[in-house]
């Protein structure tokens, strides 16, 4: 069964750094895109970037030069790593994956979700 599971979140003072990881099971690996999104209470889900199977990369303009969106494929990991964090980062964040041909930072593309973890910035 393909799932996804996030870990690594917590709190953290601007600033700081945190990195998220997004274990997958199954052959959701393998899909053709597989990103980050986060959300917080009263608006939907914005797409913080996505990678796809062949390696191409792209992110939001609020985190580009600070998030960066890495995979493990020894250990079917999605990684993102969060640097020089700002308060309006904090969120929940999801890893999601698709394998339509069309890798795009929009939440209805995507099918499998994972369940999220919590990332607070403190001042």
């Known amino acids: 069964q393909d799932q996804l599971m996030e870990s690594g979140g917590g709190s953290v003072q601007a600033g700081g750094s945190l990195r998220l990881s997004c274990a997958a099971s199954g052959d959701i690996y393998t899909s053709n895109c597989m990103a980050w999104f986060r959300q917080v209470p009263g608006k939907g889900r914005e797409g913080v970037g996505y990678i796809t199977s062949v390696g191409t990369i792209r992110y939001d303009s609020s985190v580009q030069g600070r998030f960066t969106i890495t995979k493990d494929k020894s250990k079917k990991t999605l990684y993102l790593q969060m640097n020089s964090l700002k308060l309006e980062d904090t969120a929940i964040y999801y890893c999601?994956?698709?394998?339509?041909?069309?890798?795009?930072?929009?939440?209805?593309?995507?099918?499998?979700w994972g369940q999220g973890t919590q990332v607070t910035v403190a001042s």
């Open positions: 999601a994956a698709h394998d339509k041909a069309v890798c795009r930072r929009r939440q209805d593309l995507f099918n499998t």
